[in-house]
């Protein structure tokens, strides 16, 4: 069989200059197929290219390599993503508040509340409704409580007022003023503008996180508008490392890894305590007061103090600056985790050092 293929191969070469002197085309000429050690060197100049990008991303220490790097999910700020939707719905509800009407009294007082407006110019209720939807997102203090989600809201409740407020000068300073911005507070063209600019901001947000496993530590990276934070964690100083998965997570695959320390990093305290007792007016002692007097505002203090008492305790809250926060794929992550926690535990340096002496006294 090798001979055959030998002399099949032979007459292929002899017959191609005829071919040639016969004007045939040849595929001689096609481009040569680059060889396995030219792939391999491709390959690995684009490692290093890569490394080196990321070594810059994230302030690498020389001899430092990557071996992971995660960015939260695309489902991960999906309590933001409701947020905005909110907004929208407050502007295209209010949109239509002056025409809304029913036969039952309370909703006919709602619709009036959220069409009271000054001087049928200035959206009062709007105003408030966007106030109110920023206070309790921030009373929340969830994932959508940060400062510049509250600013937002704060930013979007008072737009009717910048708007019109060149209007209540002109009604303080009479008709020789004359309006600088002469339009009218429209809601369901400043609603579309804010809930463009709020889904933008929000996968930018999402985007400005980035974690990274080196070979030397865990490093999270946040680069936001003017907010910068970097945060680097040794192997060793890694004492827990757990993982939380939401409903929504669990459905759609992605899980938060939070790394604990010695030093307390991932955990915060939350004072549920009240300081309702102290603040009531008339509870507080003076230095004229009797001691009936004293005795009884203890009571009193004594008696809300039961009735509102509420703990301290130490909880693992997931920040996303400081955890990889719903990142897909969390199962590598935290495998790869405890190997090189393990891999430079104080535990396991010192079973080597044993092993070695070990090995050494046998020989």
């Known amino acids: 069989m090798g001979e055959v293929a030998v002399s099949e191969e032979s007459e292929s070469v002899e017959e191609q200059p005829e071919a040639e002197a016969a004007g045939e085309t040849s595929e001689t000429s096609a481009p040569e197929t680059p060889t396995t050690s030219d792939t391999q060197t491709t390959s690995e100049s684009k490692k290093e290219a890569e490394q080196a990008r990321l070594s810059k991303t994230f ?64 959206p009062i209720g709007f105003v408030f409704t966007m106030i109110l939807l920023a206070w309790l997102n921030r009373l929340l203090n969830v994932s959508t409580s940060g400062r510049w989600v509250t600013v937002y809201l704060l930013i979007v409740a008072i737009t009717p007022i910048i708007i019109q407020i060149d209007y209540v000068v002109s009604l303080i300073a009479g008709d020789s003023y004359d309006e600088l911005i002469p339009i009218d507070y429209s809601y369901t063209l400043f609603g579309m503008l804010y809930f463009a600019i709020f889904m933008g901001l929000t996968y930018y947000y999402q985007r400005s ?65 009240s300081s309702i007792p102290n603040s009531i007016p008339g509870t507080q002692e003076n230095a004229n007061d009797s001691n009936v007097e004293k ?67 046998k020989d």
Not at 116 to 121: I, M, Y
Not at 218 to 241: A, G, N, Q
Not at 303 to 317: A, E, F, N, P, S
Not at 333 to 345: G, P, R
């Open 59 to 122: 302030r690498l220490i020389p001899g430092e390599d990557v071996l992971l790097t995660k960015r939260p999910s695309v489902f991960a700020f999906i309590p933001m993503y409701i947020v905005g939707i909110l907004s929208l719905g407050i502007h295209f509800l209010f949109n239509r508040a002056g025409s809304m009407a029913s036969d039952n009294f309370a909703l006919d007082l709602l619709y009036a509340a959220m069409d009271l407006d000054f001087n049928e110019t200035l």
């Open 209 to 273: 996180f980035h974690y990274a496993i080196t070979s030397d530590a865990v490093i999270f990276e946040h680069s936001f508008l003017l907010s910068r934070s970097h945060r680097r964690i040794l192997f060793d100083r890694i004492s827990e490392v757990l993982v939380e998965r939401t409903p929504i997570g669990t459905l759609v695959g992605f899980a938060t890894v939070t790394i604990l320390t010695d030093s307390g990093v991932g955990i915060v305290e939350e004072n549920t305590g």
């Open 295 to 361: 005795a009884g505002k203890g009571i009193i203090r004594s008696v809300l103090g039961l009735l509102t008492y509420q703990r301290t305790i130490r909880t693992v809250r997931p920040d996303p600056k400081h955890c990889m926060y719903n990142i897909q794929n969390w199962e590598k992550a935290k495998l790869l985790l405890n190997e090189m926690h393990k891999k430079n535990s104080q535990s396991h340096l010192l079973s080597d050092l044993k092993k070695t002496m070990e090995a050494s006294t």
